[in-house]
């Protein structure tokens, strides 16, 4: 538990430092003029005091010099009645002797004025002496004087040597009042020095807790006000005085605050209203944003970022440095402390491939984001764009150039070779050797015209064109694809099957487009089928429905005893310019028919292709196809997509 004395000593420390610097230093001012001036009446009172005190010891020295010479022919001649008489006479005619006492040279007393009763009547009275410097005697010519304070106040005390021809008689000793006109002076001096200081000192007291109440408590509030609304805390008020100069301006500061809340508010607002705009653009588009102060602090980091980058949770605040994957800090350390240099101000633009786990191949654009004037640098830019896809698009493109480049030399080769023979020896030849030439060239026509066909169906498919789905018989589409490859199954000794279900009710299709996907999976089916191998197409209903449209569903499933296909390939398989052969080396094709059969089962007729493959056994694929339900539907697929997106349905 604090003292009072502690808690007093806080009260006045925290009461001086509300006053202002001014207001300290005139107390401070008034302080030292107040010591100064009382200083200065204290030594005039100290030197009028002394001054009475020398005048009080030169009066009581004459006075005993004056009383000793009367009395000294009296003691000399032992006339001590007379000596009482005249002592008497002169003790009670001066008003400033307060005593008179007669010793003898030993200084035993015999004789004093006042003297009490009880001492006249007693004969057994103490003797008393006087107790003077051993030397006294020696200094028979100076009187010695002294002045002591007593309960009824000060006394000037004189000691006179008694002579009578020059023979020494003792001592008197005379003690005198001082001289109450100076005692009265030097009071009053006093007293009123004392008031003037107490008077000073109330009115700096008074005047600073005027000014603390009326000037210095609205200024600090004011002050405190002001270094709030500086701080952004518009909702600060000040108590308003009762009144005086300060009323009218604390009045317009809470006036100004409440406006300053008021546009904060609207600002505020205004501002939550622009940054969820801006959020939401940042976070749904497709590129990664980041943004990076110029300490690399991230500033902002969309969706998309922190997808790419593998990042869970809130990034904002880390160092990019650290934060980014180990290949783009190496790729970007460089580039961004150049940019904060000032050396790189046109931006930079880095193809990066990350490795596992992310696995992907990013670009990133690095751009400076400078102030309004667009000379200093505020942070950086980056956009990150995943363009994995591309990369690999471009490779399939590449290879699919290459590919159809091989396919297209290769037949163009062998026509122009047997053409060429046919014209400059076509008399020479055997007949059969012409027919044989003859039928190479057509067959190599015919490869010609299955890689333009399926270069030129995939642009259909991917075109805006419409195609109508209604009533569909699957047994003629079945019949037809499998007479189509009747000759080379027998060819290769490859045993075609058709299974369909009795009483199989009719789909919703497209006639033309169902045959193409039969013949495309059919023709893969011969191509990894060896001989002596089968290949079946089954269709039945099945027992499961289509719920978007309420309607039972018919499957078709191509099976064959294949070389089967990968796992790893199969996620691809649909894949457009993918081929399997690529892997086994000694088939050809153009890595586009599945990707045929994909757009037309998904996009034309909403539904989904699937397979089921093993290694050495064989491959089945399968799709499922709505029951119809008398209602024709037409489909137009909307080619304004990227060339890497899947088309888009519409329904017309």
Same mark, same amino acid.
């Given at each position: 538990?604090?003292?009072?004395?502690?808690?007093?000593?806080?009260?006045?420390?925290?009461?001086?430092?509300?006053?202002?610097?001014?207001?300290?230093?005139?107390?401070?001012?008034?302080?030292?003029?107040?010591?100064?001036?009382?200083?200065?009446?204290?030594?005039?009172?100290?030197?009028?005091?002394?001054?009475?005190? &020398?005048?009080?010891?030169?009066?009581?020295?004459?006075?005993?010099?004056?009383?000793?010479?009367?009395?000294?022919?009296?003691? /000399?001649?032992?006339?001590?009645?007379?000596? *009482?008489?005249?002592?008497?006479?002169?003790?009670?005619?001066?008003?400033?002797?307060?005593?008179?006492?007669?010793?003898?040279?030993? /200084?035993?007393?015999?004789?004093?004025?006042?003297?009490?009763?009880?001492?006249?009547?007693?004969?057994? &009275?103490?003797?008393?002496?006087?107790?003077?410097?051993?030397?006294?005697?020696?200094?028979?010519?100076?009187?010695?004087?002294?002045?002591?304070?007593?309960?009824?106040?000060?006394?000037?005390?004189?000691?006179?040597?008694?002579?009578?021809?020059?023979?020494?008689?003792?001592?008197?000793?005379?003690?005198?009042?001082?001289?109450?006109? !100076?005692?009265?002076?030097?009071?009053?001096?006093?007293?009123?020095?004392?008031?003037?200081?107490?008077?000073?000192?109330?009115?700096?007291?008074?005047?600073?807790?005027?000014?603390?109440?009326?000037?210095?408590?609205?200024?600090?509030? $004011?002050?405190?006000?002001?270094?709030?609304?500086?701080?952004?805390?518009? +909702?600060?008020?000040?108590?308003?005085?009762?009144? %005086?100069?300060?009323?009218?301006?604390?009045?317009?500061?809470?006036?100004? *605050?409440?406006?300053?809340?008021?546009?904060?508010?609207?600002?505020?607002?205004?501002?939550?209203?622009?940054?969820?705009?801006?959020?939401?653009?940042?976070?749904?588009?497709?590129? /990664?944003?980041?943004?990076?102060?110029?300490?690399?602090?991230?500033?902002?980091?969309?969706?998309?970022?922190?997808?790419?980058?593998?990042?869970?949770?809130?990034?904002?605040?880390?160092?990019?440095?650290?934060?980014?994957?180990?290949?783009?800090?190496?790729?970007?350390?460089?580039?961004?402390?150049?940019?904060?240099?000032?050396?790189?101000?046109?931006?930079?633009?880095?193809?990066?491939?990350?490795?596992?786990?992310?696995?992907?191949?990013?670009?990133?654009?690095?751009?400076?984001?400078?102030?309004?004037?667009?000379?200093?640098?505020?942070?950086?830019?980056?956009?990150?764009?995943?363009?994995?896809?591309?990369?690999?698009?471009?490779?399939?493109?590449? +290879?699919?150039?290459?590919?159809?480049?091989?396919?297209?030399?290769?037949?163009?080769?062998?026509?122009? #070779?047997?053409?060429?023979?046919?014209?400059?020896?076509?008399?020479?030849?055997?007949?059969?050797?012409?027919?044989?030439?003859? +039928?190479?060239?057509?067959?190599?026509?015919?490869?010609?015209?299955?890689?333009?066909?399926?270069?030129?169906?995939?642009?259909?498919?991917?075109?805006?064109?419409?195609?109508?789905?209604?009533?569909?018989?699957?047994?003629?589409?079945?019949? +037809?694809?499998?007479?189509?490859?009747?000759?080379?199954?027998?060819?290769?000794?490859?045993?075609?099957?058709?299974?369909?279900?009795?009483?199989?009710?009719?789909?919703?299709?497209?006639?033309?487009?169902?045959?193409?996907?039969?013949?495309?999976?059919?023709?893969?089916?011969?191509?990894?089928?060896?001989?002596?191998?089968?290949?079946?197409?089954?269709?039945?209903?099945?027992?499961?429905?289509?719920?978007? @449209?309420?309607?039972?569903?018919?499957?078709?499933?191509?099976?064959?005893?294949?070389?089967?296909?990968?796992?790893?390939?199969?996620?691809?398989?649909?894949?457009?310019?993918?081929?399997?052969?690529?892997?086994?080396?000694?088939?050809?094709?153009? %890595?586009?028919?599945?990707?045929?059969?994909?757009?037309?089962?998904?996009?034309?007729?909403?539904?989904?292709?699937?397979?089921?493959?093993?290694?050495?056994?064989? !491959?089945?694929?399968?799709?499922?196809?709505?029951?119809?339900? @008398?209602?024709? $539907?037409?489909? !137009?697929?909307?080619?304004?997509?990227?060339?890497?997106?899947?088309?888009?349905?519409?329904? #017309?």
């Amino acid at each position: 538990m604090l003292s009072p004395l502690l808690t007093v000593r806080d009260i006045l420390v925290r009461w001086w430092s509300d006053f202002t610097l001014q207001t300290k230093l005139m107390a401070i001012a008034t302080l030292v003029v107040s010591l100064v001036m009382s200083g200065l009446t204290f030594w005039a009172v100290d030197t009028i005091q002394s001054d009475a005190e &020398i005048n009080d010891t030169r009066f009581g020295s004459d006075l005993g010099l004056l009383l000793a010479a009367n009395v000294a022919p009296l003691i /000399g001649e032992d006339k001590k009645s007379e000596l *009482a008489s005249f002592s008497q006479r002169f003790y009670s005619s001066t008003a400033s002797v307060r005593y008179m006492i007669y010793a003898n040279p030993k /200084g035993e007393i015999y004789f004093g004025i006042p003297f009490s009763d009880v001492e006249v009547q007693n004969s057994l &009275i103490i003797k008393r002496r006087i107790q003077l410097p051993e030397d006294f005697s020696e200094r028979m010519d100076l009187p010695m004087v002294r002045q002591h304070l007593t309960p009824d106040g000060e006394v000037t005390d004189v000691f006179v040597p008694l002579l009578y021809e020059g023979k020494y008689l003792g001592v008197l000793a005379i003690g005198t009042n001082p001289n109450p006109a !100076t005692i009265a002076s030097s009071n009053l001096t006093r007293d009123v020095t004392t008031a003037v200081f107490v008077s000073i000192w109330a009115m700096v007291i008074l005047g600073a807790v005027f000014n603390a109440l009326t000037i210095t408590k609205p200024i600090r509030e $004011l002050l405190n006000g002001v270094k709030n609304i500086a701080k952004g805390n518009f +909702q600060q008020r000040v108590d308003l005085p009762l009144g %005086g100069e300060f009323l009218g301006l604390m009045s317009s500061f809470n006036e100004m *605050a409440e406006r300053l809340e008021r546009y904060q508010e609207q600002n505020i607002d205004e501002l939550t209203s622009e940054k969820a705009k801006l959020e939401t653009l940042v976070s749904t588009i497709a590129d /990664g944003a980041i943004l990076l102060d110029t300490d690399f602090q991230i500033l902002l980091a969309n969706s998309t970022a922190k997808r790419i980058f593998g990042w869970d949770g809130s990034i904002e605040g880390e160092n990019a440095l650290y934060a980014l994957p180990t290949a783009v800090q190496s790729e970007l350390t460089r580039p961004l402390y150049q940019i904060i240099r000032g050396e790189l101000k046109e931006g930079a633009e880095f193809t990066i491939t990350l490795p596992e786990p992310i696995y992907c191949t990013i670009r990133i654009l690095l751009n400076t984001v400078l102030d309004g004037t667009k000379e200093n640098l505020r942070g950086i830019a980056m956009t990150v764009q995943d363009i994995t896809r591309e990369t690999e698009l471009n490779a399939a493109k590449s +290879q699919f150039i290459s590919n159809v480049s091989h396919e297209l030399r290769t037949p163009l080769f062998n026509i122009k #070779s047997f053409i060429e023979t046919l014209y400059e020896y076509g008399d020479a030849l055997e007949p059969a050797q012409r027919q044989e030439f003859l +039928q190479t060239a057509n067959h190599e026509t015919d490869r010609l015209t299955r890689l333009v066909n399926d270069v030129l169906d995939l642009t259909r498919l991917e075109s805006s064109r419409t195609y109508t789905l209604d009533a569909l018989d699957l047994s003629p589409a079945v019949e +037809q694809t499998l007479r189509t490859y009747q000759l080379n199954a027998k060819d290769k000794n490859i045993e075609l099957v058709q299974d369909i279900e009795a009483d199989l009710p009719i789909v919703t299709g497209n006639y033309d487009l169902i045959v193409q996907v039969l013949a495309n999976l059919v023709g893969n089916a011969m191509k990894f089928t060896k001989s002596g191998g089968r290949i079946a197409i089954r269709t039945y209903l099945t027992d499961e429905h289509d719920l978007e @449209n309420n309607a039972k569903l018919v499957r078709v499933e191509i099976s064959d005893t294949g070389i089967g296909i990968e796992p790893e390939a199969q996620a691809n398989i649909f894949e457009r310019f993918f081929r399997v052969e690529n892997q086994v080396h000694t088939l050809e094709g153009t %890595g586009l028919g599945l990707s045929i059969v994909r757009n037309i089962i998904q996009e034309k007729h909403r539904s989904q292709v699937n397979l089921i493959s093993e290694v050495g056994v064989g !491959t089945t694929f399968w799709f499922d196809l709505n029951v119809y339900e @008398n209602q024709p $539907l037409d489909v !137009t697929v909307s080619n304004s997509q990227a060339p890497d997106e899947s088309p888009v349905l519409q329904l #017309s």
